[in-house]
């Protein structure tokens, strides 16, 4: 009975209602979408870091990373190999032979970490290759008589195997892609010339276009200047297992892009065959294993037990090498956590205050209803039941809103291209896909209507301490 | 009657209702003030730590070296334009150094690293890495001797967890280690007995010594005491080779650095580099950092410095950081409009439920003549009173917890500060003083009022007395 | 047509039409061959704002072997340089240390001069890395010589693309050399000048390294002294001798 009159109070004062369910839809909105953001943008680095370049635990000789000495393999290999594949989280094992060198073209060289990888072994776990920017190589698919290399884009750049040259066919596709006939006119004179970084080609670019035209559509012209020449050589130079300076020509077949500099500047993938002869290691030597988890959480339960089983090497968690996202990653949800206190202490505070002038409002109603015999009790939980309905609605309201934002922007992603360079620049995709858990979602809405379920408890207790005498006479 | 006394009479004839009101925009703008200077304390302090513990916030470069930082454009540093520069009003100290690369070696290990050489008496006017010399180290043997001690639990399960661990000051050791304060007076002796760290530091008169970094003291395996090798190309490509002894170790921000830091004296490292009178920057102190400040500077110093010389500023030497800033404060602004998107809906249904409740008298004073422009027009006035009011209260509550947060900045403890500390930020969360940004959140705060204020004064005029008079 | 019968004709008397390949061996030959022994040179490496002169005695057998002392100027005299295969290792009295030179060490010039890593180590063939094609003729510094283009085989671990040698047809001393990169553009032109007979032999006494892309930078190596064929044994390239040799 009370239910039904709540029910129908609520409906009565249609503005009032609708401003309190507003206020809670907005809050559920803006606290899930914040969080989805905040966490797409982290769960992509960590994803991307993971996958492509750490992998969950990694296992070493226990010298291995501080001196990087060839000889550091790990000492059975086999047995590394069985404990790993004892435990059921583990879904992909790897064994990698990893050297430092450097690596050189006729533009100079550069240090770099060569890992040769068992190609066909590390067919599912070796997820860079989605990496591989198209065009640019077959990733180990074709049949080059020579070694073949997979080096990152940054690496490419340093040693002008990318390089910028404004063919005539790149000018056409220019024109196509809407820049205006006079800018592409304006290019001309830069026809087939080649600059060897990007800076040089925006050096030229400055000296022909207005500084306006040069933001406008410089990022375009750098793209479609962009190019690469299929195969090219670069010879790879270390030490081997004497000591002695080795190296040779290998032959670029496929350049992968991340958003992790570094990483793109250092790495260089090769067979593993290959690295081995020229190294002179020994059949079954491994410098690395690495073993990826069928989930980012499981790792904290895992290598624990990964590392007392094998007490003589050392066992890494990924967070343990990069110690800079682990730290991101709980500091966000530090942030996040404070964010989320403030907006649900508003949320409250504007509930609060809502009812509590729709209670007043009511002085006269609420004053008749006492008068004709209900009693405190009930008229208490009328008002809260009042605030459980519109809470409950605005909380589903909320999930929907936001649900639908985010099934959108997680499509079609955000866009901060602006801010491209300092976020790639630490690892961080610039296109942000909004994302999140689903008992995170159902958590946060159940918070959010709990808060304005009980900021209605002060206004409700009000509305009993007035007297219905004076109510009634009006205020 | 004016307007003016009107509504404020109104406001007075109905406290509570009043107060309802104020209190929806106190909250307002208390809220919006407590996040701001929260997040602009935070960016402001990882920033500047950066900025301070190493790039200063001017500099004086030869023009090209800022596009290529290399040895070759180094410059001879005249003591004459030091003094100049030393003059200028907003300038506490000229620190020259000579940067450049080297390959250091030790026994059998060799690895890439930066050689800053600076005067250590000059350094200590402006970056003070003597604050970052080791003073307490975990070694297997201090903990061990700690553990027989008796320690608050925490702290003996942390002393595992960090052994090896080297710490540059006692606040460090207490967050670290999660010291409690009542803990602190019985348990710091203790570390000072076991623990301590045996250091050193350049003076002005050495040569043929090095500080180094924690970092590069392990990969190298050499500790106070020890020889290091540093290789490498001089200006002009000359060998660069000398034997430098390590006398002291510091902890530096920042594993890339702290992995690569070697520290000589300007003397010895110009001799290393064959560089004689030269400097590859010098660093500018100074005592006023804001924009402002900064940029003055810059350009006064800019007329002294003449043909082949250039001021930098922090923000052209960093632009990477810079960018990165620029990302986080506009992803804080983000959440900072989300935060204002809950808050208006709270002051918006403050006010719609007040005009609700005063219908009848509405509908009554127009009934007995009230103009409705005029009706209108009070109960604007009434609501910029209330919302000044509120302001007001929101301003001032936030102000407590606003120096309360700069004062003693919230801290964190063990694994949480240590992760804070080896990325180089000091593991607090700070606020950020009252400055123009309480402006902002003011105007804003007064705007979605104006909203709110915009909407009644429409529904009056779209009144139907009757109805009204009825309610 | 007409350019074949003229070559066939200008061929010198008593020579065999020599093939390209033949040309590039010859040319080699004379260029390695020649520097075994011992020399004194000087090293001046230009850039646009400065120029610096370094002097060295050099002893070397065939490629693989050579140990390199400096003689000026002041700062680096002392030091010495032992090759040995791919091996680098430097001796620098001021630090008392033997070092062996990773390869990071060498990525700069060697003392600062255009003279790279692979330059002084690698072992490249010109003759077996590289197929060969006559061009024609020119001349140059008043010599008439064979215009060759050296194309860089495919599998070969060379960091040019091509290169085209100019051979003094007479004497097969290489007059100049342009190396290209992969993408055909010009990274360095080498000159040989200052041609003179020296211990009996006809060959240039300054050579010229001067990288494309770069305004104003340059490396000259004058030769200042040399003896072919003198005594000498692999075990005269140790460890030991570096330290003690005058």
């Given at each position: 009975?009370?239910?039904?009159?709540?029910?129908?109070?609520?409906?009565?004062?249609?503005?009032?209602?609708?401003?309190?369910?507003?206020a809670?839809?907005?809050?559920?909105?803006?606290?899930?979408?914040?969080?989805?953001?905040?966490?797409?943008?982290?769960?992509?680095?960590?994803?991307?870091?993971?996958?492509?370049?750490?992998?969950?635990?990694?296992?070493?000789?226990?010298?291995?990373?501080?001196?990087?000495?060839?000889?550091?393999?790990?000492?059975?290999?086999?047995?590394?190999?069985?404990?790993?594949?004892?435990?059921p989280?583990?879904?992909?094992?790897?064994?990698?032979?990893?050297?430092?060198?450097?690596?050189?073209?006729?533009?100079g060289?550069?240090?770099?970490?060569?890992?040769?990888?068992?190609?066909?072994?590390?067919?599912?776990?070796?997820?860079?290759?989605?990496?591989l920017?198209?065009?640019?190589?077959?990733?180990?698919?074709?049949?080059?008589?020579?070694?073949?290399?997979?080096?990152?884009?940054?690496?490419?750049?340093?040693?002008?195997?990318?390089?910028?040259?404004?063919?005539?066919?790149?000018?056409?596709t220019?024109?196509?892609?809407?820049?205006?006939?006079?800018?592409?006119?304006?290019?001309?004179?830069?026809?087939?010339?080649?600059?060897?970084?990007?800076?040089?080609?925006?050096?030229?670019?400055?000296?022909?276009?207005?500084?306006?035209?040069?933001?406008?559509?410089?990022?375009?012209?750098?793209?479609?200047?962009?190019?690469?020449?299929?195969?090219?050589?670069?010879?790879?130079?270390?030490?081997?297992?004497?000591?002695?300076?080795?190296?040779?020509?290998?032959?670029?077949?496929?350049?992968?892009?991340?958003?992790?500099?570094?990483?793109?500047?250092?790495?260089?993938?090769?067979?593993?065959?290959?690295?081995?002869r020229?190294?002179?290691?020994?059949?079954?030597?491994?410098?690395?294993i690495?073993?990826?988890?069928?989930?980012?959480?499981?790792?904290?339960?895992?290598?624990?037990?990964?590392?007392?089983?094998?007490?003589?090497?050392?066992?890494?968690?990924?967070?343990?090498?990069?110690?800079?996202?682990?730290?991101?990653?709980?500091?966000?949800?530090?942030?996040?956590?404070?964010?989320?206190?403030?907006?649900?202490?508003?949320?409250?505070?504007?509930?609060?205050?809502?009812?509590?002038?729709?209670?007043?409002?009511?002085?006269?109603?609420?004053?008749?209803?006492?008068?004709?015999?209900?009693?405190?009790?009930?008229?208490?939980?009328?008002i809260?039941?009042?605030?459980?309905?519109?809470?409950?609605?605005?909380?589903?309201?909320?999930?929907?809103?936001?649900?639908?934002?985010?099934?959108?922007?997680?499509?079609?992603?955000?866009?901060?291209?602006?801010?491209?360079?300092?976020?790639?620049?630490?690892?961080?995709?610039?296109?942000?896909?909004?994302?999140?858990?689903?008992?995170?979602?159902?958590?946060?809405?159940?918070?959010?209507?709990?808060?304005?379920?009980?900021?209605?408890?002060?206004?409700?207790?009000?509305?009993?301490?007035?007297?219905?005498?004076?109510?009634?006479?009006?205020? | 009657?004016?307007?003016?006394?009107?509504?404020?009479?109104?406001?007075?004839?109905?406290?509570?209702?009043?107060?309802?009101?104020?209190?929806?925009?106190?909250?307002?703008?208390?809220?919006?003030?407590?996040?701001?200077?929260?997040?602009?304390?935070?960016?402001?302090?990882?920033?500047?730590?950066?900025?301070e513990?190493?790039?200063g916030?001017?500099?004086?470069?030869?023009?090209?070296?800022?596009d290529?930082?290399?040895?070759?454009?180094?410059?001879?540093?005249?003591p004459?334009?030091?003094?100049m520069?030393?003059?200028?009003?907003?300038?506490?100290?000229?620190?020259?150094?000579?940067?450049?690369?080297?390959?250091?070696?030790?026994?059998?290990?060799?690895?890439?690293?930066?050689?800053?050489?600076?005067?250590?008496?000059?350094?200590?006017?402006?970056?003070?890495?003597?604050?970052?010399?080791?003073?307490?180290?975990?070694?297997?043997?201090?903990?061990?001797?700690?553990?027989?001690?008796?320690?608050?639990?925490?702290?003996?399960?942390?002393?595992?967890?960090?052994?090896?661990?080297?710490?540059?000051?006692?606040?460090?050791?207490?967050?670290?280690?999660?010291?409690?304060?009542?803990d602190?007076?019985?348990?710091?002796?203790?570390?000072?007995?076991?623990?301590?760290?045996?250091?050193?530091?350049?003076?002005?008169?050495?040569?043929?010594?090095?500080?180094?970094?924690?970092?590069?003291?392990?990969?190298?395996?050499?500790?106070?005491?020890?020889?290091?090798?540093?290789?490498?190309?001089?200006?002009?490509?000359?060998?660069?080779?000398?034997?430098?002894?390590?006398?002291?170790?510091?902890?530096?921000?920042?594993?890339?650095?702290?992995?690569?830091?070697?520290?000589?004296?300007?003397d010895?490292?110009?001799?290393?580099?064959?560089?004689?009178?030269?400097?590859?920057?010098?660093?500018?102190?100074?005592?006023?950092?804001?924009?402002?400040?900064?940029?003055?500077?810059?350009?006064?110093?800019?007329?002294?410095?003449?043909?082949?010389?250039?001021?930098?500023?922090?923000?052209?030497?960093?632009?990477?950081?810079?960018?990165?800033?620029?990302?986080?404060?506009?992803?804080?602004?983000?959440?900072?409009?989300?935060?204002?998107?809950?808050?208006?809906?709270?002051?918006f249904?403050?006010?719609?439920?007040m005009?609700?409740?005063?219908?009848?008298?509405?509908?009554?004073?127009?009934?007995?003549?009230?103009?409705?422009?005029?009706?209108?027009?009070?109960?604007?006035?009434?609501?910029?009173?209330?919302?000044?009011?509120?302001?007001?209260?929101?301003?001032?509550?936030?102000?407590?917890?606003?120096?309360?947060?700069?004062?003693?900045?919230?801290?964190?403890?063990?694994?949480?500060?240590?992760?804070?500390?080896?990325?180089?930020?000091?593991?607090?969360?700070?606020?950020?003083?009252?400055?123009?940004?309480?402006l902002?959140?003011?105007?804003?705060?007064?705007?979605?009022?104006?909203?709110?204020?915009?909407?009644?004064?429409?529904?009056?005029?779209?009144?139907?007395?009757?109805?009204?008079?009825?309610? | 047509?007409?350019?074949?019968?003229f070559?066939?004709?200008?061929?010198?008397?008593?020579?065999?039409?020599?093939?390209?390949?033949?040309?590039?061996?010859?040319?080699?030959?004379?260029?390695?061959?020649?520097?075994?022994?011992?020399?004194?040179?000087?090293?001046?490496?230009?850039?646009?704002?400065?120029?610096?002169?370094?002097?060295?005695?050099?002893?070397?057998?065939?490629?693989?072997?050579?140990?390199?002392?400096?003689?000026?100027?002041?700062?680096?005299?002392?030091?010495?340089?032992?090759?040995?295969?791919?091996?680098?290792?430097?001796?620098?009295?001021?630090?008392?240390?033997?070092?062996?030179?990773?390869?990071?060490?060498?990525?700069?010039?060697?003392?600062?001069?255009?003279?790279t890593?692979?330059?002084?180590?690698?072992?490249?063939?010109?003759?077996n890395?590289?197929?060969?094609?006559?061009?024609?003729?020119?001349?140059?510094?008043?010599?008439?010589?064979?215009?060759?283009?050296?194309?860089?085989?495919?599998?070969?671990?060379?960091?040019?693309?091509?290169?085209?040698?100019?051979?003094?047809?007479k004497?097969?001393?290489?007059?100049?050399?342009?190396?290209?990169?992969?993408?055909?553009?010009l990274?360095?032109?080498?000159?040989?000048?200052?041609?003179?007979t020296?211990?009996?032999?006809?060959?240039?006494?300054?050579?010229?390294?001067?990288?494309?892309?770069?305004?104003?930078?340059?490396?000259?190596?004058?030769?200042?002294?040399?003896?072919?064929?003198?005594?000498?044994?692999?075990?005269?390239?140790?460890?030991?001798?570096?330290?003690?040799?005058?």
């Amino acid at each position: 009975m009370i239910t039904s009159i709540a029910w129908k109070n609520v409906w009565r004062n249609r503005t009032r209602s609708l401003t309190v369910i507003a206020a809670v839809t907005v809050g559920v909105f803006a606290g899930v979408f914040a969080m989805a953001a905040i966490n797409s943008s982290i769960v992509q680095r960590i994803d991307a870091a993971v996958n492509e370049e750490l992998s969950h635990i990694q296992i070493n000789h226990k010298e291995f990373r501080s001196s990087s000495d060839l000889k550091n393999v790990i000492p059975e290999p086999e047995r590394v190999i069985s404990v790993l594949q004892n435990i059921p989280e583990v879904t992909h094992i790897a064994e990698r032979i990893i050297v430092r060198g450097i690596a050189s073209t006729s533009a100079g060289s550069t240090g770099v970490e060569v890992t040769g990888i068992n190609v066909e072994g590390e067919e599912e776990m070796f997820t860079l290759k989605t990496r591989l920017i198209p065009g640019t190589g077959s990733y180990f698919g074709s049949e080059t008589r020579l070694n073949s290399a997979f080096i990152g884009e940054k690496l490419a750049k340093e040693l002008y195997i990318i390089r910028y040259i404004l063919t005539e066919e790149s000018l056409g596709t220019l024109k196509e892609s809407g820049v205006p006939s006079s800018v592409v006119e304006k290019l001309k004179p830069l026809e087939d010339q080649r600059f060897t970084t990007e800076k040089k080609l925006t050096e030229a670019l400055a000296g022909l276009l207005s500084a306006r035209e040069a933001k406008e559509y410089g990022m375009m012209i750098r793209e479609a200047a962009w190019s690469y020449r299929e195969g090219s050589r670069i010879i790879l130079t270390f030490l081997d297992a004497d000591d002695n300076q080795t190296g040779a020509a290998f032959r670029i077949c496929g350049i992968f892009r991340t958003n992790n500099d570094l990483f793109e500047a250092m790495s260089v993938f090769v067979p593993e065959n290959e690295l081995r002869r020229l190294t002179g290691l020994g059949e079954g030597e491994y410098h690395r294993i690495i073993a990826r988890l069928a989930d980012n959480d499981l790792t904290d339960r895992v290598t624990p037990e990964v590392k007392e089983a094998l007490p003589g090497l050392e066992v890494m968690h990924w967070k343990e090498i990069q110690t800079d996202l682990a730290m991101i990653a709980d500091y966000m949800n530090q942030i996040y956590g404070i964010f989320m206190a403030l907006i649900l202490a508003a949320l409250a505070f504007g509930i609060v205050n809502t009812m509590l002038m729709s209670v007043l409002e009511r002085t006269r109603e609420l004053g008749m209803l006492s008068a004709i015999g209900m009693n405190r009790r009930r008229v208490f939980t009328m008002i809260m039941l009042e605030s459980i309905f519109l809470s409950v609605v605005g909380g589903f309201a909320g999930m929907l809103v936001s649900g639908v934002v985010i099934a959108i922007t997680g499509h079609t992603g955000i866009n901060l291209v602006k801010y491209s360079e300092g976020m790639e620049a630490f690892g961080y995709s610039a296109h942000l896909y909004p994302t999140i858990g689903a008992d995170f979602f159902i958590m946060l809405t159940v918070l959010i209507v709990i808060t304005g379920i009980l900021s209605a408890v002060y206004p409700a207790r009000k509305a009993l301490q007035l007297n219905p005498v004076e109510a009634l006479r009006g205020e | 009657m004016k307007d003016y006394q009107l509504a404020w009479r109104n406001l007075w004839r109905n406290r509570r209702r009043t107060l309802i009101t104020a209190a929806s925009v106190f909250f307002a703008v208390f809220f919006a003030l407590v996040m701001r200077s929260f997040q602009l304390g935070t960016y402001e302090k990882m920033y500047r730590d950066v900025i301070e513990s190493y790039t200063g916030y001017l500099q004086l470069q030869h023009t090209d070296y800022i596009d290529e930082s290399s040895l070759d454009n180094g410059f001879i540093i005249d003591p004459e334009l030091i003094s100049m520069i030393e003059g200028d009003p907003n300038v506490t100290a000229v620190i020259p150094k000579l940067e450049s690369f080297a390959l250091a070696a030790a026994g059998s290990r060799t690895q890439g690293v930066m050689v800053i050489g600076m005067d250590p008496e000059n350094e200590m006017k402006g970056l003070n890495i003597i604050n970052r010399l080791v003073r307490y180290r975990l070694t297997p043997e201090a903990v061990e001797a700690l553990k027989a001690e008796s320690l608050p639990d925490r702290t003996g399960k942390l002393l595992d967890v960090f052994v090896n661990e080297s710490f540059t000051d006692e606040a460090s050791l207490i967050s670290i280690l999660g010291i409690g304060r009542p803990d602190t007076s019985d348990v710091l002796p203790l570390f000072r007995k076991h623990a301590a760290f045996k250091n050193g530091y350049l003076t002005s008169a050495d040569s043929g010594y090095a500080v180094i970094g924690n970092g590069l003291s392990e990969y190298l395996h050499a500790g106070v005491g020890d020889t290091i090798v540093l290789m490498g190309q001089g200006y002009h490509g000359a060998t660069a080779a000398g034997l430098y002894i390590i006398k002291g170790i510091v902890l530096m921000p920042q594993p890339e650095i702290d992995n690569r830091f070697v520290y000589l004296t300007l003397d010895d490292a110009r001799y290393l580099y064959a560089a004689p009178g030269m400097a590859t920057s010098a660093i500018i102190s100074v005592r006023d950092t804001k924009e402002g400040d900064i940029n003055m500077t810059r350009n006064r110093l800019g007329q002294i410095t003449g043909d082949g010389l250039a001021i930098r500023t922090w923000k052209e030497m960093n632009a990477l950081l810079l960018n990165q800033m620029e990302a986080d404060n506009k992803s804080g602004a983000i959440m900072i409009g989300i935060l204002y998107l809950v808050i208006a809906f709270g002051v918006f249904g403050t006010v719609l439920m007040m005009m609700a409740e005063r219908r009848r008298e509405f509908g009554m004073l127009v009934s007995i003549g009230m103009q409705k422009g005029k009706l209108a027009k009070v109960i604007s006035m009434e609501m910029f009173l209330v919302g000044f009011l509120g302001v007001a209260a929101g301003v001032a509550g936030s102000l407590p917890i606003v120096f309360l947060g700069y004062a003693r900045p919230l801290r964190f403890t063990g694994e949480m500060a240590k992760m804070y500390e080896d990325y180089g930020f000091d593991p607090v969360m700070p606020m950020l003083l009252p400055d123009t940004y309480y402006l902002w959140q003011v105007v804003i705060v007064l705007l979605i009022l104006l909203i709110a204020i915009t909407f009644s004064v429409r529904k009056i005029f779209k009144m139907n007395v009757i109805n009204a008079v009825r309610a | 047509m007409q350019a074949a019968v003229f070559m066939i004709v200008s061929i010198p008397s008593g020579a065999q039409q020599l093939t390209a390949t033949e040309i590039i061996r010859k040319a080699d030959e004379k260029f390695n061959g020649e520097l075994s022994g011992y020399s004194v040179m000087s090293m001046t490496i230009i850039r646009p704002t400065w120029e610096r002169t370094v002097e060295f005695k050099s002893w070397s057998l065939e490629d693989d072997y050579a140990l390199t002392l400096i003689t000026a100027p002041a700062r680096e005299k002392g030091q010495t340089f032992l090759k040995r295969g791919n091996e680098m290792w430097s001796w620098n009295p001021a630090i008392s240390r033997l070092i062996k030179l990773p390869p990071s060490m060498m990525s700069q010039g060697w003392m600062g001069s255009d003279y790279t890593n692979d330059d002084i180590l690698r072992e490249s063939s010109v003759v077996n890395d590289y197929t060969h094609s006559v061009e024609g003729e020119e001349e140059i510094d008043g010599r008439l010589c064979h215009e060759i283009k050296l194309l860089a085989k495919d599998d070969a671990d060379v960091l040019w693309g091509h290169q085209v040698w100019w051979v003094d047809k007479k004497e097969f001393i290489v007059l100049k050399a342009e190396l290209y990169d992969e993408d055909g553009y010009l990274v360095r032109t080498e000159r040989g000048t200052g041609l003179k007979t020296m211990d009996g032999r006809f060959i240039p006494s300054v050579i010229e390294l001067v990288p494309a892309e770069e305004e104003g930078h340059k490396t000259i190596l004058k030769i200042m002294e040399v003896k072919f064929n003198i005594e000498l044994e692999e075990s005269f390239f140790s460890q030991q001798n570096m330290k003690t040799i005058r």
